[in-house]
T-cell receptor, first 113, second 115 residues
Framework: GDSVTQMEGPVTLSEEAFLTINCTYT??????LFWYVQYPGEGLQLLLK?????DKGSNKGFEATYRKETTSFHLEKGSVQVSDSAVYFC????????????FGDGTTLTVKP | EPEVTQTPSHQVTQMGQEVILRCVPI?????FYWYRQILGQKVEFLVS????????KSEIFDDQFSVERPDGSNFTLKIRSTKLEDSAMYFC?????????????FGNGTRLTVT
């Protein structure tokens, strides 16, 4: 079945540092890839997505590029802010198990002023 | 912006009791899901629901679990006889269409505590 592997956390950065959270996936077919963010006490919300190879999703300064050759979808941001502190989830849908989305384990990011 | 709403936000119950978690998906969405999250980390798929029937369920979704869309707006998850290990955050989600390009829209969750 499908699977998503994220880099282990937690990640602690200083404000304005560069962020990378690695994500790789296993799926057959041509899944769509997503990053979701979860702020404390809230549900998951979509951060960005990419639906085919070489697509770049971007939102709020975050970017991720769908790399089919390396089956990766790494999340990056050039300069993080304290308000970016949250849990980040990589996910896919439309792969082997087309009817559901499969999530990575989540990476907790803490940004210190 | 339309949102998925879940009630209650927190439910405490004793082991062996029945609980019903309620969700109102976004009105024009057709696909509905329940996920759970333990210890604020891993998000686990429970069940998907379309056209008034379950389309897929996980191993977690055993005979103690059931879902229902009783009135065209609410979408409920029932746990018949709760166990301690059912303690988790339960998230309802909905998706607009059949294409998997469209993201899931999540509610803020119900924290279930089984004592």
């Amino acid at each position: 079945g499908d699977s998503v592997t994220q880099m282990e956390g937690p990640v602690t950065l200083s404000e304005e540092a560069f962020l990378t959270i690695n994500c790789t996936y296993t799926a057959t077919g041509y899944p769509s890839l997503f990053w979701y963010v979860q702020y404390p006490g809230e549900g998951l919300q979509l951060l960005l997505k990419a639906t085919k190879a070489d697509d770049k999703g971007s939102n709020k300064g975050f970017e991720a590029t769908y790399r089919k050759e390396t089956t990766s979808f790494h999340l990056e941001k050039g300069s993080v802010q304290v308000s970016d502190s949250a849990v980040y989830f990589c996910a896919l849908s439309g792969g082997t198990n087309a009817g559901k989305s499969t999530f990575g384990d989540g990476t907790t990011l803490t940004v210190k002023p | 912006e339309p949102e998925v709403t879940q009630t209650p936000s927190h439910q405490v119950t004793q082991m062996g009791q029945e609980v019903i978690l309620r969700c109102v998906p976004i009105s024009n969405h057709l696909y509905f899901y329940w996920y759970r999250q333990i210890l604020g980390q891993k998000v686990e798929f429970l069940v998907s629901f379309y056209n008034n029937e379950i389309s897929e369920k996980s191993e977690i979704f055993d005979d103690q679990f059931s879902v229902e869309r009783p009135d065209g707006s609410n979408f409920t998850l029932k746990i018949r006889s709760t166990k301690l290990e059912d303690s988790a955050m339960y998230f309802c989600a909905s998706r607009e269409g059949q294409t998997y390009n469209s993201p899931l829209h999540f509610g803020n969750g119900t924290r279930l505590t089984v004592t």
